[in-house]
């Protein structure tokens, strides 16, 4: 509404109206809020695993280590990006079946779900989606296990790195361990409404 | 006997509650502080300097809030403003109108519970389900969330699986696990069935428009990845002038707010989705809601509008343990909404004119604030302006009589010795009734009175 733009716009300036001086911008290295005790002397890809690890989600390196996870968990039905399916088709058997297209009307038939990630942060074991190239916010979110693709190039060292890197992208999501909750007294359950099981696969 | 409300209520609760809110709390602020001070050599520097920048914020709103309209509206974001919390809902019901749409589903905002969007839009016959677990079971219980971060920290399990059994989720089954599983399984159908996905806002960056949201149920995102249109009621001091801004107060929020090093989700969005992208709001709509921050920021509490809502005041808060949210009678319960309650009352400020004295000013709501704002200060500043508004206070002894003792000194050393014999009086032969009510609650140290006059006179004197 036009008037209300007016109306606060109009009580925004009198109120400030005042003030002898106004509360300057600090100037700060943003290097104070990473934790550098953690990173330093180490493969950043080393403590994203470790990262990943404190908030119950898995940092794999290999395609065949994925098969095993999925097979010894059980899930053997999900969705992959169809641009990543080539590349991971020949390590998956018969006893799987895969979709490259996703179908909103079936979500609870995906158990796992493979898209392809914008990369990493390991200071915090994040795993970054972008809209560009997500090939399905759905399929990311809704199957049990999300598994998150991106290459070892593509990890950020710290959060300020990736801030500076967000882009143009109109859609980011930063994805830390999988959903979670701790509502319930305080007790924390996995899995509330995206994936119970977050899963980075870092390929070289 | 008559005491202030918050006293009255925190008497009456129920132990269970208590202990609930208690154990919930404690840990919640025990976590938070081990984390900080493992990580960082000096967490307060992070804290005081997050303080600063959000303080130039509100200081400069009225550059800062056209500079986000223009970002925003360049990013395809369509922009309203609401003066009002009814001007905010009415602008949700129009744009769902638009749309034909009848069907919300809702993330967690503080800001739609101050207008009672929720409410509102099922009276104009909408639908508008809350989504995260907690705001969830608030909503099929038809009460309130009684804190900020952990909206049902009252209730416990058996509570819960009570109502899920009421509301047709299952027979009674009070493992939390499977109630979160129910809910998953009910919430996840009703998010691919609605048109409209309703978000807050966490932080809007005047330097690119974005809107960062924080969760960690992933609500919100699939709130944005199953509905077509996507409206965020945002406050106006919503606002970090920069994208590296967030940095600091990203790591800050997560820590202070859960005791974590960064919330599962957090999410940055600048516009409907991209063109490639299957799912998610082909329209977005931002409502830039007012609702009596412009008082707040014409008073001299303006520094509550720092307020990242991380909660953490309310875990350390003595008050807050022993009485709970719901004895604020506010959408912002603690510390903070004893301050910023009242001062959103607007005219009506002396119906929570109470509030700010529902503290013992020990200082622990600024030590652990990460924006440093000086709460105890405001607490004072709003008591002034409640005494000069002549506002009466119930369960608070008259001090007349005090006035009268300490500007008479014979008085006064009369009264030292009277104040010896209530080391012996039992409360109830306490002969002023205010005085009786107010001890009642209150366990007075022992009466020592004397001891600085003894001393004054023996110390000794300068060569």
Known sequence: MSDDREAILGRVRSALAPLTERAPLPAYDTEIAVLRKLLANRDPLAVFADRLRGVNGTALTDIPALVKYLRDGKWLHGYC?????????????????????????????????????????????????????????LAALTPWVHVAVFSRAELFVDLPQAIAALGDDPNIIWCTGPSKTADVEGILIEGVHGPGVQIALVLD | MKFQQIDQFAAELRADTRAAVYDGSKKGHEKRTKLLFDEYPDPNRLRVLAGQVKQHVIENLDTYLPAVEAKLKANGVIV????????????????????????????????????ELAHFLEKHGMEALETDLGEFIVQIDHDHPSHIVKPIIHKNRREIATSFEKNGLGAYNDDPQTITRRARQFLRHKYLEADVGLTGGNFISAESGRLVLVTNEGNSRFCLAATKCHIAMVGIEKIVPRDRDLALLLNLLARSGTAQDLTVYTEFISGPKSATQPDGPEEMHVILVDNGRTEVLASDCRDILRCIRCGACLNVCPVYRQASGHAYRSVYPGPVGAVLSPLLMGDRFKEKADLPKASSLCGACQEVCPVNIPIPDLLLRLRDKGKQEGLSSPGTPPMGAWALLASQPLAWKASLIGGRLMNYLPTKLVPVPALRAWEAKRTLPPWRGGEFRKWLHNRPTKP
Do not use: C
């Open chain 1, 81 to 137: 990006d169809p641009a990543l399916w080539p590349r991971l088709a020949s390590h998956f058997g018969p006893d799987f079946q895969v979709e490259t297209e996703y179908d909103r009307t079936r979500v609870d038939d995906y158990a796992f779900g493979i898209t392809r990630a914008a990369g990493g942060i390991a200071e915090l074991g994040t795993v970054i989606l972008k809209d560009g190239s997500t090939s399905r916010r």
């Open chain 2, 80 to 115: 309203h403003w609401a003066a009002t919390a009814d001007a905010a809902n009415e602008t949700v019901l129009k744009i769902m109108r638009a749309r034909g749409a009848t069907k919300m589903v809702k993330a967690k905002t503080m800001v739609s519970e101050e207008t």
